[in-house]
């Protein structure tokens, strides 16, 4: 079946522009979540989605950046006057059911002018 | 969550078994330890998990020790293929599809497997 996608595949902005991140999880999966991964780090938590509802967005480095999921499906993922240092690559996982496995998708890949 | 120690990089020859050693010492008795790997430019991909019991699926083994403080993921045959960031992660799982959210990702350990 489909796997979690991420739309744009990469994303080149300038400086203080507003991007918005887009993430098509598994269907029927009822949890998202956004992570962040800088040039060789290992992924690092946003925020997470149980539904339509954030449950946990402790990751969240700042207030320009904000993340939504109104329907419980798609989710979106705002970064508002970026700046260089949000150059990254983000991934989006789903997971639901019993196997709470966390399944990611290919990521978008930031870079900020 | 508790924190994972792993050794940056290790070599494998292709048709060997690659055993790669992870260290939570603080892991506490509800979490769970589980291992994903990043293949270059790709999302990580989920490869098995374990509470106390040895797990074994389709792509590797998983051996914890009795005191639960270290771990070891086996790839009984690896392939060039297997050349990838392992990551051995702690958290806790609930039952019955409760989801406890984030995985706490560290450096990982970088499998290169050779011809």
């Known amino acids: 079946g489909a796997g979690v996608s991420q739309t744009p595949s990469n994303k080149v902005t300038e400086k203080g522009k507003y991007v918005e991140l887009r993430c098509d999880p598994i269907?029927?999966?009822?949890?998202l979540y956004w992570y962040r991964q800088s040039l060789g780090q290992g992924p690092e938590f946003l925020i997470y989605?149980?539904?339509?509802?954030?449950?946990?967005d402790s990751g969240l480095p700042n207030d320009r950046f904000f993340a939504v999921r109104p329907e419980g499906s798609v989710s979106t993922l705002k970064i508002q006057r970026t700046e260089r240092g949000d150059s990254a690559v983000y991934l989006c996982?789903?997971?639901?059911?019993?196997?709470?496995?966390?399944?990611f998708g290919p990521g978008t890949r930031l870079l900020v002018l | 969550d508790a924190k994972t120690t792993q050794p940056t990089s290790m070599d494998c020859a292709e048709g060997r078994a690659a055993n790669l050693p992870c260290n939570h010492s603080?892991?506490?008795?509800?979490?769970?330890v589980y291992w994903y790997r990043q293949i270059h430019s790709q999302g990580p991909q989920y490869i098995i998990h374990?509470?106390?019991n040895n797990e074994t699926n389709e792509m590797a083994s998983l051996i914890i020790t009795e005191d639960r403080k270290s771990s070891t993921l086996i790839l009984p045959h690896a392939t060039l293929r297997d050349t990838a960031v392992y990551y051995c992660?702690?958290?806790?799982?609930?039952?019955?599809?409760?989801?406890?959210?984030?995985?706490?990702f560290g450096q990982g350990t970088i499998l290169t497997v050779h011809p």
């Open positions: 996982a789903s997971s639901g059911g019993t196997a709470e496995t966390q399944y």
């Open positions: 269907s029927g999966h009822t949890a």
């Open positions: 989605f149980q539904g339509t509802g954030a449950a946990d």
């Open positions: 603080t892991i506490s008795g509800n979490e769970y």
């Open positions: 374990g509470l106390k």
């Open positions: 992660i702690v958290s806790p799982r609930g039952a019955g599809g409760t989801s406890y959210g984030k995985l706490t």
